[in-house]
Structures are given as C-alpha cells and as structure tokens.
C-alpha cells in the first residue's frame, strides 16, 4: 500500500504510458478531439507528430476515422472526455467500432464526478453502463496512476475496442509500479471474512479505508479492485458471495447499470447472498469539491463502514 | 485500369440492376431505388477502376469502397459476387437468417465489404481514416464512399469533409448520389441540400459535377481523379434517378425500400434485358 504517497490523476498516467507505446509500435496513433492538452496528450503529440491526429471538435468524426484507420491495421487511442466519448460518440462507437469488433480503444479522462468543478455536464455518470451494453466492447477504469499505465499498456497489446476510463483530479497512490495487470481479473486487495468490498476507479481508496476502519471494529473485510466491469471477473464475485456472502460495492458511477449493478447481475443469478450497492444516487452533480460531491451521495469511508455493520 | 469498353461497362450496369431485383424479389425485401441509382457508379468502379483480389479481399494494398448508405448494398453484393468473392448462388440468401449478406453490409460477414455501414452519415468519417492510413503508409490505394444526398443532411459528414481537407486526402473520392429523394419524401420537401457542389468546393474538396448515369463520364471522373495529385479530396456530383432503368421505380418515393411482386419484377427484368446492348 503507498497511499501515503502524492496524489495523481490517472489521466497522467495514460498521458505518459501512450507516449511510451507510441515510441514502441508506430501503429498506436492518438486521435484528439481538440481536448489533448487537458486529456495529456501533449508529449504524444510533441514526440510523435506523424502518429498523432487532431480531428477538432467533432467527436462522431473522431470515432468514424479512428474505425477507418483500425481497418488498415492502426492502434488508434480515441481520446477525450468521458461525457463525450461515451455518449457523443456512443452510436459511432456501436455501429463502427462494435459491430465490426475493430482495434479501437477511446480512453477517457474526466470519469465520473472527478471533474468537480466543471458541473454536471462534464461530469460522467452513465458511460461504464452505456458501453458495457455494447458487444464486443471491453470497459476499464484504473484505480490509481501505476494501474492505469499498466492497464493502457494492457489495452494496446489486446485486440478489441476497448474503453478507458480516467479521473481528471488527483487520486491516491494504492499499487507500486511493479504491480501487474490483468484486464478481466479483479485485483484482492485485503482478504477478509465477514463483508467483502468491490470498488472500481477512484473508489478503491474509500474501500481501502473503510477496511481499515472495519477491522478496528472487529470486521474483517475483503477489498477487490474491479477495474474491469466488462468481462466482469465473475470467479471473484461468485468467491465473495460463496466465502463471505455479502457484498458492498463502490463506485463513481450511477448506482445503475454500473459495476453494482454487474456485480447484482452475478449474484442474482447465483441465488444467494446479498449486495448494497455504493454510487451516483441516479442524480446530476453540480459545481462543487470532488470530496463533496461524493459525500452527497453517500460515496464515504464513512457510508461503507456503517452500511457493512449493519449487514 | 482494366482494359473494358463503355459499352461493355454499360451492359454490365444493367445485368447489376437485373441482379439487385432479383435479390430483392427472393429476399422481399431490401432497397431497390437506391441500388439502382448507384449502380452505373459501383459498376464502373469494380470493373474498370478499382484494384481488388477476390481471392484476397483484405489485401492491404487495395482499392476501398464504403457504402455510407449502407442499404444500397444489393448492388455492391451484386458486383462483388460478379468478380468472386463469394458464388453468385448466395445472392439468394440476401436477408435471410445466417447469410454473408445482411440487410445492411457487414464486414466481418461477407468478404470485400471494407467497413460495416447502415446508420446514415457515418461512412464517411471511415474512409478519411483509411485514406489517412494510406498516406502514413505511404500505400497508392485508393477510398471511395457513397453518399446519399438525404444523407448529406447529417453532420458528420461535414466534420468528416473537414478532416478530409485537413489532411489533404487526394486518394479519397466521395460519390453524392443526388437523386433528390429520400425516405419521406423529395429532399427540398424534407431538408433542402442546396448545391452540394458549392458545400464540398467550400469545403476544400476539388468538385466534379456529372450524369451519375453517364459510364463514360463516371470513368472519365474517375480517371481524373487519379490523375489529380493535388492534395485535395475529391467530390463527385452526381445527378441521378432513383430507381434507375425500371420504368415505375423511376423518381418514385415508394420505391426506397419496397420489394417488387411476381408481376412488378417480371416486368423489371423484361425492361433491364431489353436495355442490354449488343
């Protein structure tokens, strides 16, 4: 554990592992949609300028051109804002990308409510849901700064579009830069035997804590990173529900169709054990701090430890 | 270029048409009006232009054609199982559960479909990215996409035209089909276009206005397009008739997604056959 650490935002570390790969393989190309700077794809851009195309403000486009250039057997990295290469781009995406299951991966900064201060309409509670509905697209939210260069890393060397997602505000340090990844396997972070804690993204360190805090209480808690919602590591939900049975789940993220709603999915199907479910309240945000905005939809250290006591 | 006359050419078009109606009839179902307005294009450009392997259809170095109207595809089915890349028996199967030809092109599907096309306006923006990839690998082939005039009203067509210029994609050739109709009725009762022509041109694209149903003008248009190295993306405008060489599917509305009778397609292939040539 390194939360002690300086806090990053994952958009940083996509920034700088998409500039390592594109050095590695000429193939991987970034496609921006005039929001590079603020996605960090400015070295990318500097250090690689025949591998880099601007499309300007035109999202559809920049979906549509990014499946043509995969077509001839290009990596291309569709970058912009979770809110837009989400739902902007969403139709693009199935019909273009999806649907002809083409190498196209869109990574996202400005995940959930991480751009606080920008209000509603950039801030992205939908996207994980809309995206893991579609075929074929595989969806990716990184915990912390190593993860994401570590998953970006994962992403580039496996066929498939795929989504990215990032947070535009500094999050905690949780894994060292040796730790490996893989995508469609939750990573265990603590074990436990009395409630079992699944987070994604910038929840993990609010799962973490809330562990901590549990275990001065007497409750001992299991603590799973599920940064891929799809494929959903199925093997480690159905673990939780038959070794513990009850299950909280975190995210930044409406508290539908997004991983609590993955993780329900499972267990409903198993017939047994239960879930409460941590995320977006099904509400807009608005201009306000990152910590508060959680807050207000119960996304706490805090909410966890006393929803798990209760159960 | 291959080595084939007009008139050939011309002859070859209308037994395209007389495949399209055929597909359409057995299937009951598909876009005949769209199909034939296309169809003298398609012809000359996988019979004269464009270099394709059937037996390779994913050959790196090929011609590519994208269907941004993605339900004309009867006649790119048509021209494709002409030259091979699939036995002309499943022409039969259009439509039907299981077939390399879905009611809409799928490039996983069938072979020498370059990209998956159907929802309206999006074809475009895939072909800038495979005339980039071109110019970043430094290949000769070549992009053409098939635009609707009704399509033209969505605006990724216009973003993509801009990137197009962006990049100065002089191996992308688009097709306006200008046939002035589109689902709900003509395109000036709908949303009017305009002059298509003057839009591209304001868009950076070298624009040549034709009789999209003139083989010698479409090959002619072609082979300047080829010639034209001048950075600048091409545009064909092209004036065409809906329903093109069936006399009641001409102009006609109705005719964008309906499937002929017994009685309409008998008299479809008697009046296509007459058309032929000696």
């Known amino acids: 554990m390194m939360s002690e650490l300086k806090k990053i935002a994952t958009r940083d570390g996509f920034g700088e592992e998409i500039a390592a790969l594109g050095h590695e393989n000429k193939d991987i190309l970034v496609v921006d949609v005039d929001i590079g700077k603020s996605c960090k794809t400015h070295q990318f851009r500097s250090e690689l300028p025949e591998q880099y195309i601007n499309v300007g ?7 549509g051109v990014a499946a043509g250039l995969a077509t001839c057997g290009k990596i291309p990295f569709v970058v912009t804002y979770a809110v837009f290469g989400s739902l902007r781009m969403a139709e693009m995406i199935r ?3 999806c649907y002809p299951n083409l190498n196209v991966k869109l990574a996202c900064s400005h995940g959930g409510v991480t751009p606080a201060n920008d209000g509603a309409s950039h801030q992205c509670i939908e996207d994980m849901g809309v995206l893991r509905t579609f075929p074929n697209m595989t969806v990716i939210m990184p915990a912390d700064y190593n993860a994401a260069k570590k998953l970006v890393r994962e992403a580039a060397n496996t066929y498939g579009p795929m989504y990215l997602r990032f947070t535009r505000d500094a999050v905690a340090q949780i894994y060292g830069p040796d730790e490996q990844f893989t995508i469609g396997k939750a990573k265990q972070l603590r074990d436990g035997k009395d409630v079992a804690i699944i987070a994604n993204g910038d929840t993990v360190i609010l799962a973490i804590e809330a562990a901590k805090a549990l275990e001065a ?7 799973l990173d599920m940064h891929t919602v799809k494929p959903l590591d199925v093997e480690a939900v159905a673990a939780c529900v038959n070794d513990i049975g009850k ?8 508290i539908i169709n997004g991983l609590g709603s993955a993780v329900c999915e499972v267990v409903a199907e198993m017939g047994k054990g239960v879930v409460k479910r941590v995320g977006i309240q099904d509400q807009f945000g608005q201009s306000a701090p990152y910590e508060r905005l959680l807050a207000i939809n119960g996304i706490t250290v805090e909410n966890i430890v006393s929803i798990a006591e209760k159960l | 270029m291959k080595d084939i006359s007009i008139k050939e050419l011309e002859n070859t078009a209308t037994k395209m048409r007389m495949k399209v109606i055929d597909m359409i009839y057995k299937a009951q179902s598909g ?7 296309a169809a003298d294009f398609l012809t000359a450009c996988y019979f004269y232009d464009m270099n394709v392997d059937p037996k390779d259809p ?3 170095d090929r011609d590519r054609m994208i269907l941004s109207k993605g339900h004309v595809c009867p006649i790119q089915y048509a021209c494709l199982a002409t030259l091979g890349f699939f036995p002309e028996e499943e022409l039969d199967t259009l439509r039907k559960e299981g077939s390399k030809l879905q009611g809409h092109p799928s490039m996983n599907k069938c072979p020498g479909i370059d990209i998956s096309t159907g929802s309206l306006g999006q074809g475009l923006a895939c072909g800038v990215g495979m005339a980039m990839a071109g110019k970043m690998d430094k290949k000769n082939y070549r992009v053409y996409v098939v635009v609707g005039d009704g399509e033209s009203q969505e605006g990724e067509i216009w973003e993509a035209a801009n990137t197009a210029h962006k990049y100065q994609l002089d191996n992308l050739v688009v097709f306006l089909d200008v046939n002035h109709l589109q689902l709900d009725g003509t395109t000036d009762e709908v949303m009017p276009n305009g002059d298509l022509g003057e839009k591209f041109k304001a868009f950076g694209f070298d624009v040549i206005y034709l ?3 003139d083989m010698a003008a479409i090959v002619k248009a072609l082979d300047d397009c080829r010639a034209a190295k001048n950075g600048k993306p091409k545009a064909l405008i092209a004036k065409t008739v809906k329903g093109k060489g069936v006399s009641y599917m001409e102009n006609q509305c109705g005719w964008h997604g309906t499937a002929p009778n017994k009685e309409q397609y008998e008299q479809a292939m008697a009046e296509l056959q007459a058309q032929l040539k000696d």
């Open chain 1, 57 to 63: 403000i035109a999202e559809q486009n920049g979906a």
């Open chain 1, 95 to 97: 019909q273009e990308v």
């Open chain 1, 217 to 223: 209480k007497g409750i001992s808690a299991r603590v």
């Open chain 1, 247 to 254: 299950i909280i789940t975190v995210e930044d993220h409406n």
């Open chain 2, 31 to 37: 876009h005949p009006g769209g199909s034939l307005s």
């Open chain 2, 58 to 60: 994913r050959w790196p």
């Open chain 2, 211 to 213: 009789d999209g149903h």
